[in-house]
């Protein structure tokens, strides 16, 4: 079986949409932490632990 080296406009637009909103999330989180201390990191966890939780 021989596979294929085919990448979509739909699949390489949901990798690039997806690889914007990851550096995203950990910019602004870094942001946060920078501005809020160390209860920001504590914050950060808890609220890390608890969507854990929730799945």
Do not use: D, H
């Not at 995203?24 to 160390?38: D, E, H, M, R, Y």
């Amino acid at each position: 079986m021989e596979l294929t080296r085919t990448l979509g406009i739909r699949a390489s637009t949901s990798i690039g949409i997806g690889a914007m909103v990851g550096a995203g999330i950990f910019v602004l989180s870094g942001v946060a932490t920078g501005k809020a201390g160390p209860a920001g990191v504590m914050l950060l966890m808890e609220s890390v632990l608890y969507t854990q939780k929730s799945i």
